[in-house]
């Protein structure tokens, strides 16, 4: 080859390469969980300090306003300048009401002359900030949080029409085994945002601890949230001996009413709504502590300093055991406008009961031939109390086994064989499964250098292959609300640990929820990486499996 055709061919190269990062929009356009359609196009706009900002009143777009609001203080420090008069400038950012989306729809155009985000409501054009987040290179926050000024930034041509296929995209934070702070909650549903999670499923009490202020009963924060030990390492389950190790600390924590408001309200307005979740009629151990006369012999407890599954359960052949659950779930609805309310319901043995004489005769009245229909016929009750004040009961596939109502919704975690089966039977389900949505579990096959984690191996992949619909025909899939990840918290005593697990897995259940036809595992790796990107900006802390490897 002579010098010439070599040169030739590097300039070729650099032109290529040149146009690639111009209009390299493709590239750029990354985005989880993936919009409905994206299509590129020439050039891009240009989002600088000094851009006018378009938004009508009449619209009351205010939560995707403040949310645009928050995202320009972190690119710029300062507000956009608000358009004056009631036209649209050329060079503005707009933020309007389209009547013809569906509430939580929108689409976003950026063009050279132009950003507009048309919504069919706050929801939707808080969905269409978040995406404009990652068109954003992600550097540009990181610039800002070292105090480098910013000037203008440029946001490549597209046009995104976007909405979510599945209702319900949740996440759950078990804080009873380990308590994590209001801040902490809140950064949670930071997380949520991004990632278009909407519903926050709060696991709030437990045997080592209960964590949400009842009035009512005032002992079951003042002793039920606090734990004189918590053993160290895996749970033998069930054989505590002398070689079980504790770290004597005590660990406690729990929420006022006031800060339980102050969550449901910061949820709120980034369109997150959160289902409590009061354990009844099992893991209940912190709820006997505090109250010995809810269990069926009336001994004293201590708050559980062990994991595993407890047969120390609420009594349900006594009335005032109801009388309290009511007492409790009163507080609870004036606290979460929620019209889900999670009562728990797995893992509850009958053991107690067995033995109890108020339970045996609970069983003679209403005709159970069975310990296991107490559970069923609680869980009725309950159910019925709930609906009688508008709320919808929710709990754990376990509810199916004691025979359960055809409006309570189920949650499947022991796979996806009861959530199959409630949704065949006509139950509305949000599908949990173990074997997908479990990110307490390894996220590596090589445990040797994770931090301490419940047990099993859940890859990145494998969270992204979850079907929500597997087994379903068309007519019971409109059963399926939504999918949900669950973090229970047995092994992470702190919040980068919360990360750690949570990220990036946490972005596949999104995807999943978001857009479930969509199974394009190298695209969502392709999209991910750049994702990742914002979590580091963001300060979030994160695995680096199956994305940095
Ligand atoms: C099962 S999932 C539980 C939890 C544990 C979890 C650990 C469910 C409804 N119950 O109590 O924390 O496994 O993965």
């Known amino acids: 080859m002579t010098m010439k055709r070599l040169l030739i061919l590097a300039l070729g190269c650099l032109v290529l390469a040149s146009c690639g990062s111009e209009s390299g929009s493709q590239e750029r356009i990354a985005v989880v969980p993936r919009p409905s359609s994206v299509a590129a196009g020439e050039g891009g706009f240009r989002l600088e300090p000094c851009t006018p900002l378009y ?188 070689t079980c190790r504790y770290d004597e600390t005590p660990h406690g924590g729990y929420y006022t009413q006031a800060e339980i408001r102050e969550v449901v309200d910061y949820a709120a307005r980034r369109f997150i709504t959160v289902i409590p979740e009061v354990e009844f009629p099992g893991h209940a151990v912190a709820a006997l502590a505090s109250y010995p006369w809810l269990g069926c012999t009336g001994e004293q407890y201590e708050v559980r300093q062990t994991w595993d599954i407890d047969d120390r359960v609420f009594c349900v052949g006594r009335d005032t055991t109801f009388d309290f659950i009511e007492g409790v779930l009163d507080e609870v609805l004036e606290l979460f406008p929620s019209p889900l309310i999670h009562i728990g319901g797995d893992e509850c043995p009958d053991k107690m009961w067995a033995r109890c004489p108020h339970c045996r005769e609970r069983m003679r009245r209403e005709g159970l031939t069975s310990e296991r229909q107490l559970q069923g016929y609680a869980t009725a009750r309950v159910e019925r109390y709930l609906a009688a004040r508008g709320r919808r009961l929710m709990g754990w596939d376990e509810i199916l086994d004691g025979g359960v109502s055809p409006t309570a919704v189920v949650m499947s975690w022991r796979g996806s064989e009861g959530g199959i089966r409630a949704a065949r039977q006509g139950n509305p389900v949000v599908m949990a499964p173990t074997t997908h949505c479990y990110l307490d579990y390894y996220q590596t096959a090589d445990t040797s250098r994770e931090p301490l984690a419940w047990g099993g191996c859940l890859p990145l992949e494998k969270v992204y292959a979850l079907d929500p619909y597997e087994g379903l025909d068309a007519r019971e899939r409109a059963n399926v609300l939504g999918v949900q990840a669950n973090l229970w918290t047995e092994y992470i005593a702190d919040f980068a640990q919360v990360q750690y697990m949570l990220l990036p897995r946490l972005a596949a259940v999104a995807e999943r929820g978001w857009c479930p036809a969509e199974n394009d595992f190298a695209d969502f790796r392709r999209r991910l990486r750049h994702l990742t990107g914002y979590y580091d900006a963001l300060g979030y802390r994160r695995a680096p499996h199956g994305t940095d490897d």
Request: charged share 25%; aromatic share 8%.
């Open 55 to 242: 938004l009508r009143a009449a619209d009351s777009l205010s939560c995707a306003a403040a949310a645009f609001d928050e995202l320009v203080h972190a690119l710029f420090g300062a507000s956009l300048p608000l358009s004056q008069g009631d036209s649209l400038r050329a060079g503005s950012v707009a933020l309007l009401r389209a009547d013809s989306l569906r509430e939580d729809a929108y689409r976003l155009t950026v063009e050279p002359g132009r950003l507009t985000i048309a919504a069919g409501g706050d929801r939707g054009a808080f969905y269409a900030v978040q995406t404009l987040r990652q068109l954003i290179p992600a550097g540009r926050f990181l610039d800002r949080a070292t105090g480098e000024t910013t000037a203008g930034i440029s946001i490549p041509a597209v046009r995104i029409d976007d909405a979510p296929a599945l209702a319900y995209r949740g996440l759950m934070l078990d804080v009873a085994r380990h308590f994590f702070t209001v801040e902490e909650v809140k950064r949670t549903l930071d997380l949520m945002a991004l990632h278009k999670l909407n519903v926050f499923h709060w696991h709030l009490t437990d045997d080592q601890g209960w964590r949400i202020e009842i009035r009512k009963y005032p002992k079951l924060t003042e002793i039920g949230s606090v734990r004189r030990r918590t053993l160290i390492g895996h749970d033998p389950g069930g054989e505590y001996d002398e």
